[in-house]
């Protein structure tokens, strides 16, 4: 395949890895409504090509590894800890980071995740030693078992609600926007107390949901570049993701804690 011969050298641009999502296709679309150009990534000579722009990024974090530095991208998401040192309020449970190694010894039942990456499938256990093998150190989110009844997925720019929508009921996914939902008020505040309560990036995609017999809780931090957007606005999700994963030199002093190293995942 020929590599992609950008028509403003100059302007920014997004760029998307060649496995197509429907988000992918939304950005996609409502970056080409504003005016921004949009390549697809199919190899190193498209990287060659985008030497010197200021590249956007929306794909997996992988593949972000690769080429944050030939493209000099700075990439916003939370350290691994952030869902284990927020505030008991927002989380409504006990929650924990530590090693593989220190999971698999642990009594449970507990749900455990990685923080960022897909080591192993997000899943409830018996006890650790049904965790699924990984590295010794691979980093463990462990957390008290709770049900949620709704969830949404909060885009956050600067502190304030870009857009979201609602993902899942009962586990299973049901997406919709937002204002169709009952419960939307309840987001919306629950939304700015998280903005007031909890570091995060100036560009932020936040998982929350309301559980079962009621209360609010942070389910969980997302990278915005890789995020489904669901049934949010794709014009507000790509304003996020353009902060989140652009030029490095770009970057604002605030955020720079949040920069991702690359090989995190």
């Not at 284990?84 to 642990?106: G, Y």
Request: glycine share 8%; proline share 11%.
């Amino acid at each position: 395949m020929t590599a992609p011969q950008p028509s403003r050298p100059d302007a920014p641009l997004l760029l998307t890895s060649a496995q197509r999502t429907s988000t992918a296709t939304l950005l996609t679309e409502a970056a080409a409504r504003h005016g921004l150009e949009t390549v697809t990534l199919t190899g190193p000579d498209t990287l060659r090509t985008l030497a010197g722009r200021a590249v956007h990024w929306y794909g997996g974090p992988r593949i972000a590894d690769r080429i944050a530095g030939p493209l000099r991208l700075g990439l916003l998401e939370p350290p691994d800890d952030w869902l284990a040192r927020l505030p008991r309020q927002l989380t409504l449970r006990r929650i924990e980071l530590m090693t593989h190694s220190e999971a698999v010894r642990l009594p449970g039942p507990f749900f455990a995740k990685p923080p960022r990456d897909k080591s192993f499938p997000p899943r409830t256990v018996a006890s650790g030693a049904q965790l699924p093998p990984a590295a010794p150190r691979t980093p463990v989110l462990v957390s008290e078992v709770v049900s949620f009844a709704a969830e949404y997925r909060l885009f956050l720019l600067d502190g304030a609600l870009a857009t979201a929508t609602r993902y899942a009921v009962h586990g299973r996914l049901d997406p919709a926007p937002l204002h169709d939902d009952p419960y939307a008020p309840d987001v919306r505040a629950f939304a700015a107390r998280l903005s007031a309560l909890a570091p995060l990036p100036s560009a932020a995609a936040v998982d929350v949901g309301r559980l079962d017999g009621g209360g609010w809780a942070v389910v969980e931090a997302n990278m915005p570049y890789f995020a489904h957007c669901y049934a949010a606005d794709p014009a507000a999700v790509l304003d996020v993701v353009l902060r989140a994963a652009g030029p490095g030199s770009r970057v604002r002093e605030g955020d720079r804690r949040f920069l991702r190293t690359p090989g995190a995942a």
